[in-house]
């Protein structure tokens, strides 16, 4: 297949995208002024603690007021403690931002410190070992048997759909690596200060190469060298093979030309999608749900109006699936499709709809067809929609 990732300067930020045989399936834009402190591992401090909404508030580097819900602190690491047995004022504890400020709202932090990794996540406090539903049921036991060695009483393991993919000795040097960087900063928090941040994430777009499952691409290439060299010192750094990155460099052809970022970019905030045989989505984004129609447009032909129908909600089923990937849209998510008369044209189409929505690595659910047709779909929120992440332009 003909599978690859751009990474390339955009306006003011580094556009990723992920592209399947020319056409982009995936794209993820971010300011190189935003910092985001998701990852971030500090000592906080709690400032105060707000019994009537169950939360306290926590401060990091910087004096950074923080949201901290009491229900999270099942197994909090203290690393100064008061004399209250719950916890109070003054009280110093391993916290992790677990999401950045949004508007009047103050980052969240949370005591269930995590690492990330490519094939693996390690989770402190919860001590289960868990794997990706993505992950097929002849590998699944395969790679328990993998991890059993590793289960403890500290600590916990998610393996990632990349696991799947991957060699055991590169799970399992992974493994080894995360258990080191959750043993280190448990030796360096009990002396260190209040609000110190232990472990700072990279660069957004840096972090987001571990989330691009390795099976989804043959190639990375980027046309700027500062991004490049960014990128070969993480994968040095992270421990992974470099072999699949490459700097773009021919001026006759821009990569940007090349792969068509601006078209992607434009696609993916636009509300119209006109499909092959002439009909069209319409796509809108509400604060409550996404709503996506289906209509006819100019493919209204045949004697056979049902099946017409139906091959326009195949093909619309399909793009769906792509643009709700593409847009990154999450929640509830429902789809209007054209209303067709037989019950198994109906099943036939839901069926369809399932098969497309697997292929996605975000977990996405068809739930039901109501009484009125809709589809209802919920997908996994995982960062920013698309159109949040170009909300300023």
């Keep these: 297949m003909n599978r690859k990732l751009i990474i390339t300067k955009y306006k003011d930020g580094i556009l990723t995208l992920l592209c399947h045989e020319g056409r982009a399936v995936e794209i993820f834009f971010h300011r190189e002024e935003d910092v985001s402190l998701v990852g971030n591992i500090y000592i906080g401090k709690v400032a105060n603690v707000v019994k009537n909404i169950q939360a306290a508030f926590v401060e990091i580097e910087g004096g950074i007021p923080c949201y901290y819900a009491l229900s999270d602190a099942q197994k909090p690491v203290y690393t100064k403690k008061g004399n209250s ?36 996540v390690l989770t402190a406090g ?14 699944r036991t395969a790679l328990k048997e993998l991890m059993a060695p590793y289960k403890n009483d500290v600590y916990g393991w998610i393996v990632r759909t990349n696991a799947a993919e991957a060699p055991a000795e590169e799970i399992l040097r992974e493994a080894g690596k995360l258990s080191g960087m959750f043993a280190h900063i448990m030796d360096i928090a009990p002396y260190r200060t209040a609000r110190t941040c232990l472990y700072r994430n990279p660069p957004v777009w840096l972090s987001h190469l571990k989330d ?5 691409y043959d190639e990375i290439l980027t046309d700027d060298r500062t991004l490049y060299e960014s990128a070969v010192h993480y994968f040095q750094q992270e421990g992974y093979a470099a072999d699949r990155l490459r700097l773009y460099a021919d001026r006759l052809l821009p990569l940007s030309k090349l792969y068509n970022t601006q078209g992607a970019v434009e696609e993916a905030l636009r509300e119209r999608i006109w499909l092959r ?10 604060e409550a749900l996404v709503a996506i129609d289906v209509n006819t447009g100019k493919c209204c032909n045949g004697k056979n109006l049902q099946k017409t129908f139906l091959k326009i909600n195949m093909e619309a089923a399909q793009e769906i699936a792509r643009q709700i990937r593409l847009r990154n849209l999450s929640g509830m998510i429902l789809i209007d499709f054209i209303n067709m008369e037989s019950d198994a044209d109906n099943a036939a189409l839901m069926e369809c709809l399932s098969e497309y929505l697997k292929k996605d690595p975000v977990k996405c659910c068809v739930v039901d067809m109501t009484a009125l047709g809709l589809v209802e779909v919920t997908r996994k929120r995982i960062r920013k929609t698309v159109s949040e992440q170009f909300s300023n332009f």
């Design 277 to 286: 045989s002439g009909a069209y989505l319409v796509i809108q984004q509400t």
């Design 212 to 216: 691009v499952y390795q099976n989804e």
């Design 85 to 120: 047995a719950k916890t109070a004022a003054g009280d110093e504890l391993l916290v992790q931002i677990c999401r950045d400020a949004v508007k009047t709202k103050a980052p969240s932090v949370t005591s269930d410190i995590s690492f990330p990794g490519k094939y693996l």
């Design 126 to 139: 919860k001590t289960q070992i868990s794997l990706s539903a993505k992950i097929s049921s002849e590998k």
